[in-house]
């Protein structure tokens, strides 16, 4: 898959495209958010772009039983199996005409008796063409020179289910889809039209120059569909990850409104016309990659074209309530689909973790593992690890794996005291174990008595200013930092009225993130006075080393 061009990525900037598209209560925020969380601004929109957020998956088991329910994919296997110990096909390799019927009828598409329909036999014929791309059935010609398939060696373990033959098999079948649907949708009607009535592809005249430019259009909207495909495949991908359980469902309008919006834009009326493109265009492609199980999908509904008139469906013209906008299409990528597409970013040299990837090894991998990485989602990490473990001896390891004055250690901390609220109360007794740690005793404090204890003891002033800036350093280092965090941080300091004496203490704490804490302090506090002291207190503590 080709590296796409998110150009709506934010909260901020899908409001404006979501009153325009969407139903009022679904706003691209809600879809979107968690980007805003990870304090992505403009000048991070490049890197973002480029980064694929881990996804949870079923177990290939279950995917592969997802799979082998695909109808289509199903058609080709029990075609497949229908074969044996051999059928008699034509030259191309397609079903003679006295079986085309009994196909029909063999996958449930025709009545048992009775004639048979023409699109069930066409239907029939497009399941073989699958069985044979995948090697299902096997072609071949006695020594009579009769023309036959026979089964193919991966059809009996698909049908018992092996999950990586049959995951194989499936991705196959989903890249020929793939493929098929950008040919279908990327043809001028013209061209379509003419290659439908030949049965072929039209061949250009020799010499012809109009028919060669004919062919370069042609090539060219074969691969603008396929990179808006992918662009739209890897948007759905990041939706998924990021949505709640039960809302990973999109209108087709904010797919396409977040192909097309400009970060931080709302929708022009010329937008709304390209939302509308980018829609009609989309919507054939997306049925069939339904058709393989990739997605459950909603199209357009056709009633919406005015047929009299003869123009398209305008989106964003008044608001839309939740029904109607549903006639615009809907979305959902199944987890067939997630799957799908991670493998081919996997092929395509992308980094597309699993949730969960991290939290295989001991708190110290895992810790280390979360701070390190860019595309990580760390409550789910760390809800992953701690899931099963003994409270006790889980507290134990992650306040071991916390300590530390490199470069991460802050983060390191603030990720410890995430963990230890996930393992809840029966963590207390290792909490107390650290309460005098000069590293971990300010915070290990704190999460008692936010837990409700009422003997904890007040610390000690060194180390409750090392806190100050260790609980500081780590807002600054989590992905940049939250602006609007930071300065409620900022806010909250114990400056009180004497800032000069407050910072006279703060610069001197043996600290690595002081100096940087200090400048961010004087950059976001909204009291002159207080942020000159901080300055002041920066320098001095640059001065320091």
């Known amino acids: 898959m080709a590296g796409r061009?998110?150009?709506?990525g934010g909260a901020s900037a899908g409001e404006g495209a979501a009153e325009a598209v969407l139903p009022a209560d679904l706003e691209l925020q809600d879809l979107y958010g968690a980007f805003a969380a990870h304090g992505l601004d403009d000048e991070d929109l490049d890197d973002a772009a480029v980064l694929v957020p881990p996804v949870k998956l079923?177990?290939?088991?279950?995917?592969?039983?997802?799979?082998?329910?695909?109808?289509?994919?199903?058609?080709?296997?029990?075609?497949?199996?229908?074969?044996?110990?051999?059928?008699?096909?034509?030259?191309?390799?397609d079903l003679v005409e006295e079986d085309r019927g009994p196909a029909a009828r063999?996958?449930?598409?025709?009545?048992?008796?009775?004639?048979?329909?023409?699109?069930?036999?066409?239907?029939?014929?497009?399941?073989?063409?699958?069985?044979?791309?995948?090697?299902?059935?096997?072609?071949?010609?006695?020594?009579?020179?009769?023309?036959?398939?026979?089964?193919?060696?991966?059809?009996?373990?698909?049908e018992q289910g092996d999950?990586?033959?049959?995951?194989?098999?499936?991705?196959?079948?989903?890249?020929?889809?793939?493929?098929?649907?950008?040919?279908?949708?990327?043809?001028?009607?013209?061209?379509?039209?003419?290659?439908?009535?030949?049965?072929?592809?039209?061949?250009?005249?020799?010499?012809?120059e109009e028919d060669e430019d004919g062919l370069n259009e042609v090539e060219e909207a074969r691969d603008a569909a396929a990179e808006l495909l992918d662009e739209a495949l890897q948007v759905l991908y990041e939706t998924t990850a990021f949505a709640d359980p039960g809302n990973e469902t999109v209108p087709l309008g904010v797919l396409a409104a977040l192909l097309v919006v400009p970060e931080g834009e709302e929708p022009s009326e010329e937008l709304l016309g390209d939302i509308t493109d980018v829609m009609v265009a989309l919507d054939p492609m997306l049925g069939d990659l339904a058709e393989l199980g990739l997605l459950d999908y909603r199209p357009i509904d056709p009633e919406l074209f005015d047929e009299e008139e003869g123009e398209e469906p305008v989106v964003g013209e008044a608001p839309l309530d939740e029904e109607e906008s549903a006639r615009f299409g809907l979305v959902r990528l199944t987890p067939l689909g997630q799957y799908g597409i991670r493998q081919w970013l996997l092929e395509d040299g992308y980094d597309a973790p699993l949730v969960g990837d991290l939290a295989q090894g001991d708190a110290a991998e895992l810790l280390r593992g979360v701070c390190e990485s860019a595309n990580v989602l760390p409550e789910e990490e760390l809800r992953v690890w701690v899931a099963g473990r003994e409270p006790v001896p889980a507290a134990r390891?992650?306040?071991?794996?916390?300590?530390?004055?490199d470069a991460y250690g802050p983060l390191r901390r603030m990720l410890c005291v995430s963990a230890l609220n996930l393992l809840g109360a029966e963590a207390e007794p290792a909490v107390r174990e650290v309460?005098?740690?000069?590293?971990?005793?300010?915070?290990?404090?704190?999460?008692?008595?936010?837990?409700?204890?009422?003997?904890?003891?007040?610390?000690?002033?060194?180390?409750?200013?090392?806190?100050?800036?260790?609980?500081?350093a780590a807002q600054l280092l989590d992905s940049g930092g939250d602006a609007a965090l930071l300065r409620e941080l900022v806010t909250d300091l114990p400056v009180k009225g004497d800032p000069a004496a407050w910072f006279g203490e703060l610069w001197r704490v043996d600290h690595p993130y002081t100096a940087d804490v200090l400048e961010a302090i004087g950059e976001l506090h909204t009291d002159r006075a207080v942020a000159k002291e901080a300055r002041k207190a920066a320098f001095k503590a640059r001065s320091k080393g």
């Not at 061009?5 to 709506?8: A, G, I």
């Open 5 to 8: 061009r998110r150009k709506n």
């Open 58 to 93: 079923p177990a290939e088991q279950e995917l592969a039983e997802q799979a082998k329910a695909v109808p289509m994919f199903g058609y080709a296997l029990a075609l497949a199996r229908w074969a044996a110990p051999h059928r008699t096909v034509d030259e191309f390799g």
């Open 106 to 158: 063999l996958l449930g598409l025709a009545p048992a008796e009775g004639e048979v329909p023409e699109e069930a036999e066409v239907e029939a014929l497009r399941a073989w063409s699958l069985a044979c791309d995948l090697d299902l059935v096997e072609l071949g010609t006695t020594k009579d020179g009769e023309h036959v398939a026979v089964p193919g060696p991966d059809l009996e373990p698909a």
């Open 163 to 208: 999950p990586d033959t049959v995951l194989e098999l499936w991705l196959t079948a989903a890249g020929i889809v793939r493929e098929l649907a950008v040919e279908a949708d990327s043809l001028p009607e013209e061209e379509a039209g003419e290659e439908e009535e030949e049965g072929g592809e039209p061949t250009p005249e020799e010499g012809g």
């Open 397 to 405: 390891e992650l306040l071991a794996a916390a300590r530390g004055d």
């Open 435 to 472: 309460l005098d740690d000069p590293e971990l005793g300010g915070s290990a404090r704190a999460w008692l008595s936010a837990l409700g204890a009422t003997d904890v003891p007040v610390p000690d002033r060194t180390m409750a200013l090392w806190t100050v800036v260790d609980t500081f």
